[in-house]
């Protein structure tokens, strides 16, 4: 059995909540800055939502986490080439003085922003998410960096500039730390590919059912099928040597 990736136009929202309800695995991994509406119906309707927050403003052209769009305005409130978990606000809109601070973390309060708007919804961090699964993810990540070093390419220096880098075994990764695993303010970001893992084993141990519904974006169904085969590599890797009772 190997890691299978399909996009499905099939399923409907109705479908989702019901298997949410009856312990599958369904999640929406939207980023954090401004949201839009399909994401705003995904909280409302109280399905999980993991909110990546290791984007840069200018490189987001989705949700914009350096800005603060508010009826059809757009104005910088960060440094769009520093990494979402360090951003910090730096200019406050005059029309919003009362929500927005100074030097308040970026990340804060958009997360605030929507829990505010939609209370019922249920929503954390990707930070938030290895937190929680901490040891398993390292276990997992060891695991995949003996078989794919290829996949780690970016580092995050202690103040929020992301820059390029390749490792060639699971010391290197060690040797600077796994940002927000190891080292809270630098250190190697977490491929694409191996975050798309932890949802088909780490979350489907806690589910009743085989597969994990994955709620894509405008992006995610172009790109996720170019993962195919290093995460039926590294799943199948997994299989053959488990690292989980």
């Known amino acids: 059995m190997s890691f299978a990736i ?3 136009d099939d399923v409907s929202l109705k479908d989702l909540i019901d298997i949410c309800k009856s312990g599958g695995a369904v999640l929406k991994t939207p980023h954090v800055g401004n949201i839009y509406p399909n994401n705003l119906a995904i909280a409302l309707l109280g399905l999980p939502m993991l909110f990546y927050d290791r984007t840069l403003g200018r490189k987001d052209i989705n949700f914009h986490p350096d800005k603060l769009i508010l009826n059809g305005t757009s104005v910088q409130i960060s440094n769009p080439d520093i990494l979402t978990t360090h951003s910090l606000i730096e200019h406050v809109p005059k029309y919003s003085k009362e929500e927005v601070r100074a030097g308040e973390r970026v990340v804060d309060f958009h997360m605030n922003a929507l829990k505010r708007a939609l209370p019922q919804a249920h929503c954390f961090t990707y930070t938030e998410y290895l937190s929680k699964n901490k040891e398993r993810i390292l276990q997992l990540l060891e695991k995949a960096t003996n078989l794919k070093p290829h ?3 970016r580092i995050v220096d202690g103040d929020g500039r992301v820059h390029r880098k390749t490792a060639k075994n699971w010391n290197d990764i060690l040797e600077l730390g796994v940002l927000g695993l190891t080292n809270d303010r630098a250190g190697w970001i977490i491929p694409n590919p191996i975050s798309v893992l932890f949802h088909g084993t780490i979350d489907i141990m806690g589910s009743n059912q085989e597969d994990t519904f994955l709620l894509s974006g405008p ?9 195919q085969k290093d995460l039926s590599d590294i799943y199948n890797e997994l299989r053959k040597n488990p690292i989980w009772n």
């Not at 992006?219 to 993962?227: A, E, F, H």
């Open 6 to 8: 399909s996009i499905h």
């Open 219 to 227: 992006d995610m169904y172009r790109y996720i099928s170019g993962y």
């Open 151 to 153: 996949l780690w390419g």
